[in-house]
């Protein structure tokens, strides 16, 4: 009896503690739904684009792998050809306001405009909700939405987890890849991979 | 002898330049310090492997990470140049430690570490020295991520023994996971977790809590808590896998850890069961013409404009179904009757319009806010609670038996509320507005559940738009008569004709109820049917009691009471019936080519190789009905065989969420849906929402296999 109760306590426990770890979100699963505003403060819901392609792209402009793409046009590159196909780009920043390298929206904006990004909105997601709802773990990581909602691709943004904007040439863009079938009505070949990067500085509080 | 001097004085002075390290072969960083260092305590002999190694200090609190960084962070990377003929070895990691991080977890070192790799030397070494150069890098982390590197450069001494590192190396060789050859490790895929049982740990290990390390990245959630225990000597764990999983190994080696550095072991554990197939998403619907000339309403690329002007045509066409052409008509009727008070008809006909779009946004705001809490409806939700179906046939009961003039609502409703109907005439017709979306609303499910099914898919504000305009059509013939005194004029004089006509409609109203207990059979079987006509004979009986003109204030308080009496009892004894029965009765809707469709049989087939067809259905589905002829044609069905199609029918009459969820992932919320289930990674078509035979052979011969 005492044994059984232990182990109640015990499972609870890993419940509520794996309850505040990052949640499920699954690959060939309806994506999770989220709310969060952008750097002007507009709400920003991912129903808002219902019926369209959708990129989500963890970003943390402290982060040298975040630099990495950054700098060599990589990402911008990618975020431009996306939006040429009426694709929509959210980046999405979960850095927590007490870490080191916490950019306040106004600055967050400053920094897409100055690195000339072209997504569609940048969103401020400092209590890591829509972080934790996509397992979202290093930045930059990567998924798509189809128009019907659902995840298609989870994962890094290329194929070469280095530091170095050398490797980029050389390696796969998984995004453009995934975005091309996926636009194409097939089913992504590649569908998950495993992200690299920086961790996402998740607040402690939530 | 002055070479004995020469080798007396030089070794001490060799000695001196081991102990003291070559600049190139330390690079400082503000984290950490990283030497290159060796172990060759019997210098370097032909053949023999001699130990190099990259030692990392780390300043407090920043760290490195092992071969399997965990959720974030890279490996330290050696890139060694070597003189040919000599190869270097794989990093011998030391066994890491866990590095939480928020609600991730990287696995990896603090402090000092040393990460040796083993130098074999060819066989025709005879050099003096051994010159060795090596790029590192690492990602060195505390709060901020810095990726650094360097080169390194070490000349080795063929003949004398470099030993300046000799702890350090003992060290790292301690802390190295050892091999136990005696080991038998499984790992069992199961569900969304692995079953790990290892047997052949240390004797001394057993009881003691382990730390799991795998060495393969990307295969379970790193930072879930580890659920082990200890089986006698067999160390068992439920590990959960990583929903973003990108491995699927054959092998896992695995370290294990005691706690307090007192010792590690790596053990290889075998893989059973097959991993679950890293989902295929479906893809859009994509049979290209076979599927868009049938159903722009359903389409997913339709225009919002477009979509608004079908919702219009659509709710128009509402008029003619028999639920709502019976209240339709006599409300024109009435228009004809009125007088010329134009503006009072014309508030009386915005009112109406305001009622019934309303009611329609009403009804589509609360599915939403339904389905965004979570709840697996589509459209015809409304149809899927015998509850709901009951009360239905009940109204319908009612009205119908009003057209036919069983009962007046004068005679049963208390007077004044006929006077405040009367005073209050815009509030009446707002009310008529309501009714008449309450009447109409089933019947939108037969015909136009799957179009409205994928408005409800739309972003929020869209799918209101398109029901405010279904109301909107519903609503236009009745506001273009109250607009248009022409219009009204076109109508016939009121006559004898009208009380014919009124008795008429009953008939129509009377044929929705014999459905609606139709479908109510279906969901609770034949003894909540009877028990709903048992109900509906009932409330007849009172209706007449309380609400014929003819008897007299006598005839009327005894007939009520009785009525009153009889209507407890059949209450009573109907609404327990009027429950889902426990065991599903699709037996009509199961013979021998069709079975019902679960995710396990899709699986199955796939497994053999055979093409799925799925027709998802219910019973209040109107659509569904008319293509089931088409499903049956004998043609179709051959084709189906020829090609080893399997027939699955998954019947949606009441709610069930594993269809509700298969609709969801369809991109669809209501019914009917027909797709396609090809084995192999293509992902389901989706067919129109009108079959014909034609496009189910281009559908076939498109996906053939």
Same mark, same amino acid.
């Given at each position: 009896?005492k044994q059984?109760?232990i182990?109640?306590?015990v499972a ?7 309850a505040?770890?990052l949640?499920s979100?699954?690959?060939?699963q309806p994506a999770?739904?989220?709310?969060a ?14 019926g ?12 040298p792998f975040v630099?990495?793409?950054?700098s ?14 009426g694709?929509?780009w959210?980046?999405?920043n979960?850095?927590?306001?007490e870490?080191?390298?916490?950019k306040?929206p106004?600055a ?15 969103l401020?997601?400092a ?5 934790k709802?996509?397992g979202?773990?290093t930045t ?5 939405i ?15 987890p280095t530091s170095?904007?050398?490797?980029i ?13 996926s ?7 590649t ?7 920086c ?5 402690s509080?939530? | ?13 060799l000695a001196?330049?081991?102990g003291?390290?070559?600049p190139a072969?330390v690079?400082?960083?503000?984290q950490v ?17 001699i130990?190099?190694g ?7 609190h920043w760290h490195?990470?092992?071969?399997n960084?965990?959720?974030s ?13 000599t ?17 991730l ?5 603090e402090g000092t ?16 020295a051994l ?15 810095i ?5 390194f ?6 003949q ?5 590192h000799?702890?350090a190396?003992?060290?790292?060789r301690?802390?190295?996971p050892?091999?136990?050859s005696e080991?038998?490790?499984?790992v ?6 692995l079953?790990v049982?290892?047997?052949?740990l240390?004797?001394s290990?057993?009881g ?7 060495e393969t990245?990307?295969v379970?959630?790193?930072?879930a808590?580890?659920?082990a225990?200890w ?5 068992q ?7 973003q999983?990108s491995?699927?190994?054959t092998?896992?080696p695995?370290?294990?850890r005691l ?9 290889a ?6 991993w679950p197939?890293?989902?295929?998403p ?23 404009p477009?979509?608004?002007l079908?919702?219009?045509a ?41 009622g019934v779009?309303?009611?329609?946004l ?8 339904l389905?965004a ?8 939700f ?11 046939a ?25 006077a ?8 009446d ?8 979306v309450?009447v109409?609303?089933p019947?939108?499910?037969p ?5 409205l099914?994928?408005?409800?898919t739309?972003p929020? %504000? +869209?799918?209101?738009a398109?029901f405010? /305009?279904?109301? @909107?059509g519903?609503? #236009?013939p009745y !506001?273009?008569?109250? =607009? &248009?005194?022409?219009?009204?004029r076109?109508?016939p ?6 009380l ?5 409609m009953?008939?129509p109203?009377?044929?929705t ?7 109510l %059979? +279906? ?5 909540? /049917?009877?028990? @709903?006509?048992?109900l #509906?004979?009932? !409330?007849a009986?009172? =209706? &007449?009691a ?12 005894g007939?009520?009471m ?8 059949a209450?009573?004894?109907?609404v327990?019936l009027l ?6 009765a699709?037996?009509? /809707? ?6 019902p ?5 899709? =699986?199955?087939a ?6 799925v067809?799925v ?8 659509t ?5 002829r088409?499903?049956?044609d ?19 009459t009441r ?7 298969e609709l ?22 989706v067919?129109?929402?009108i079959?014909?035979?034609?496009e189910?052979?281009?559908?076939l ?5």
């Amino acid at each position: 009896m005492k044994q059984a109760l232990i182990a109640t306590t015990v499972a609870l426990a890993a419940a509520l503690a794996a309850a505040s770890a990052l949640a499920s979100a699954t690959v060939g699963q309806p994506a999770p739904a989220f709310t969060a505003a952008d750097t002007a403060g507009k709400t920003v819901s991912l129903a808002d684009f219902k019926g369209k392609h959708v990129v989500l792209e963890w970003v943390n402009p402290g982060c040298p792998f975040v630099v990495k793409h950054y700098s060599s046009s990589n990402m911008q590159g990618t975020q431009k050809e996306a939006a040429a196909k009426g694709v929509v780009w959210l980046a999405i920043n979960s850095t927590a306001p007490e870490a080191t390298d916490f950019k306040a929206p106004a600055a967050m904006a400053q920094w897409m405009q100055g690195q000339k990004a072209a997504a569609t909105a940048t969103l401020m997601d400092a209590d890591g909700k829509v972080g934790k709802a996509y397992g979202a773990r290093t930045t930059p990581h990567m998924y798509i939405i189809n128009p019907a909602g659902t995840l298609v691709y989870a994962g890094a943004i290329d194929s070469k987890p280095t530091s170095s904007a050398a490797d980029i040439a050389s390696a796969t863009n998984h995004v453009k890849v995934a975005l091309a079938e996926s636009l194409a009505g097939k089913p992504v070949s590649t569908a998950t991979t495993k992200p690299y990067g920086c961790s996402v500085k998740y607040s402690s509080g939530a | 002898m002055r070479s004995v001097l020469f080798a007396a004085l030089a070794a001490p002075l060799l000695a001196m330049a081991q102990g003291v390290s070559a600049p190139a072969a330390v690079v400082t960083t503000p984290q950490v310090r990283a030497e290159l260092v060796a172990h060759a305590p019997q210098g370097l002999i032909a053949g023999q492997a001699i130990w190099l190694g990259l030692k990392i200090t780390h300043q407090p609190h920043w760290h490195t990470y092992w071969k399997n960084p965990g959720d974030s962070g890279l490996p330290t990377t050696l890139a060694w140049t070597l003189p040919t003929g000599t190869s270097a070895g794989e990093i011998e990691w030391p066994a890491p430690q866990r590095l939480p991080i928020g609600p991730l977890m990287n696995y990896g070192y603090e402090g000092t570490l040393l990460l040796p790799v083993a130098l074999t030397l060819p066989a025709g070494f005879a050099a003096d020295a051994l010159e060795v150069k090596l790029r590192a890098e690492w990602l060195v982390c505390k709060d901020v991520c810095i990726p650094e590197g360097g080169d390194f450069v070490l000349t080795l001494p063929a003949q004398a023994a470099t030993t300046g590192h000799a702890a350090a190396f003992e060290a790292a060789r301690a802390a190295a996971p050892r091999a136990l050859s005696e080991a038998r490790a499984t790992v069992e895929v199961k569900d969304d977790a692995l079953q790990v049982r290892i047997d052949g740990l240390p004797a001394s290990w057993q009881g003691q809590t382990l730390r799991f390390f795998p060495e393969t990245a990307g295969v379970i959630q790193n930072a879930a808590p580890l659920q082990a225990r200890w089986q006698g000597s067999q160390w068992q764990a439920t590990v959960l896998l990583d929903p973003q999983r990108s491995a699927s190994p054959t092998l896992m080696p695995v370290v294990l850890r005691l706690p307090a550095e007192q010792g590690s072991v790596v053990v290889a554990a075998t893989v059973q069961g097959s991993w679950p197939a890293l989902p295929a998403p479906a893809p859009l619907p994509s049979l290209d013409a076979a599927n868009i000339e049938g159903s722009a309403p359903a389409a997913a690329a339709v225009s919002l404009p477009w979509a608004l002007l079908l919702a219009l045509a659509g709710g128009a066409l509402l008029n003619l179904m028999p639920c709502v052409f019976p209240v339709l008509s006599l409300k024109m009727l009435a228009v004809a009757g009125q007088g010329a008070d134009r503006r009072a008809l014309l508030a009386g006909g915005l009112a109406y319009t305001a009622g019934v779009v309303l009611s329609f946004l009403a009804l589509a705001g609360l599915l939403l806010a339904l389905r965004a809490g979570g709840e697996q409806l589509g459209w015809g939700f409304q149809l899927q609670s015998p509850a709901v179906v009951a009360v239905l046939a009940a109204l319908f009961m009612l009205i119908g038996l009003n057209l036919a003039g069983l009962f007046e609502l004068g005679s049963v409703l208390p007077s004044s509320w006929m006077a405040a109907r009367a005073r209050h005439p815009v509030v009446d017709s707002l009310l008529t507005g309501v009714l008449a979306v309450a009447v109409a609303s089933p019947c939108t499910a037969p015909f136009m559940g799957a179009s409205l099914g994928l408005a409800v898919t739309l972003p929020t %504000g +869209q799918a209101l738009a398109v029901f405010a /305009a279904l109301g @909107l059509g519903m609503a #236009l013939p009745y !506001l273009a008569a109250t =607009a &248009w005194p022409p219009l009204a004029r076109a109508l016939p004089r009121p006559g004898v004709w009208m009380l014919h006509f009124r008795t008429v409609m009953a008939f129509p109203m009377f044929a929705t109820v014999v459905w609606l207990v139709w479908v109510l %059979g +279906q969901q609770t079987g034949i003894d909540g /049917a009877g028990a @709903l006509l048992g109900l #509906l004979l009932v !409330l007849a009986f009172a =209706a &007449w009691a309380l609400g014929s003109p003819t008897l007299g204030p006598r005839a009327r308080g005894g007939f009520g009471m009785a009525a009153a009496a009889l209507l407890a009892l059949a209450l009573v004894w109907a609404v327990p019936l009027l429950r889902h029965e426990a065991a599903p009765a699709t037996s009509a /809707a199961v013979s021998e080519r069709w079975q019902p469709w679960s995710p396990q049989r899709v =699986a199955l087939a796939h497994a053999e190789g055979r093409m799925v067809f799925v027709d998802f259905t219910a019973a209040w589905c109107v659509t569904c009905q008319i293509n089931k002829r088409t499903l049956n044609d004998s043609a179709v069905l051959a084709e189906f065989d020829a090609r080893r199609v399997l027939l699955l029918r998954a019947d949606w009459t009441r709610r069930d969420a594993t269809i509700a969820a298969e609709l969801t992932r369809l991109g669809r919320s209501g019914v009917p849906v027909y797709a396609f289930y090809p084995p192999g990674a293509a992902g389901p078509y989706v067919l129109s929402e009108i079959l014909s035979a034609a496009e189910i052979r281009a559908a076939l011969s498109a996906t053939a296999l």
